[in-house]
């Protein structure tokens, strides 16, 4: 009953900007890590960027500060900015969260949006 839908992904040219926007809902009491990760076909997912409830974040080695993530905890938002966007960043683009249901700790994924950098 806890669903992530991410928006924001497109089409931009390299050196450009976009933001990814991820809203969790249904019944899920608390949430502990929200963030983002990345997939191309024929390759692992991995990580983009997450951040705690407290404020601790960690970023894959290819965001370079490229990229920041943002939370908004009370209304179960996570926020990705991507600035300088390369060709190397298209990628089909999954929110993230860890939390509880119930007493339950669980995973959850988002169904992704699509990001292409390209001329």
């Known amino acids: 009953q806890v669903q992530l839908v991410e928006s924001g992904g497109g089409l931009v040219q390299p050196g450009g900007s976009l933001r990814l926007s991820c809203a969790a809902s249904g019944n899920i009491f608390s949430i502990y890590i929200m963030g983002w990760y990345r997939q191309v076909p024929g390759k692992q997912r991995e990580l983009v960027a997450i951040k705690t409830t407290s404020g601790s974040t960690n970023y894959g080695d290819f965001v370079k500060g490229r990229f920041s993530v943002s939370r908004d905890n009370e209304k179960k938002m996570v926020y990705l900015q991507m600035n300088s966007l390369e060709p190397e960043d298209t990628a089909e683009y999954y929110c993230?969260?860890?939390?509880?249901?119930?007493?339950?700790?669980?995973?959850?994924w988002g169904q992704g949006t699509h990001v292409t950098v390209s001329s």
């Open positions: 993230y969260v860890e939390g509880y249901s119930g007493s339950a700790f669980n995973r959850y």
